[in-house]
């Protein structure tokens, strides 16, 4: 693999992570089922607990999803999500082959009648990544926390 191949291949690492927050934001489940691989295994367990406490505040997230098509919007119906990622170390190990860590902050804002009114959590996402026809897609990934903080 060339520099330049190296260096598009974390570019479009990159615009695919971006269109999965987006997709998640936006509830657009075809969004996000289109940056995933087909076998995707996306395991959510403890994702919103916190590391200090032990407390889960969305403990309905703690699913591990297998393939594509397991991925459905609705689960988080009635809350506003925001996803900012940053400082990506993205590490291409083959031609096909990929894995990034990312640093992230999201926000759920809870549907009204719930115990809290919102959440914010700091951590990182853990991912693996592989090259199929059609461009990168998302293989795995596993969200380890460092703080998380509710109302």
Not at 71 to 96: F, K, M, N, R
Request: hydrophobic share 35%.
């Amino acid at each position: 693999m060339t520099e330049t191949e190296r260096l598009a291949a974390i570019e479009a690492i990159r615009n695919l992570k971006a269109k999965y927050w987006r997709g998640v934001d936006s509830g657009d489940g075809a969004l996000v089922r289109s940056i995933l691989a087909e076998d995707c295994v996306l395991d959510f367990r403890g994702c919103c607990t916190d590391p200090t406490s032990g407390v889960d505040f969305l403990p309905e997230m703690n699913v591990v999803l297998k393939g594509r098509e397991s991925w459905q919007a609705q689960a988080l119906e009635g809350y506003v999500t925001s996803h900012q990622g940053h400082q990506a170390e993205i590490e291409v190990t083959g031609p096909d082959n990929a894995t990034a860590i990312w640093t992230f902050t999201d926000r759920f804002f809870y549907p009204p009648g719930m115990k809290y009114s919102r959440f914010t959590g700091y951590g990182y996402y853990h991912e693996r990544y592989i090259r199929e026809a059609d461009g990168w897609k998302l293989a795995t990934t596993r969200i380890t926390r460092l703080w998380v903080e509710a109302a």
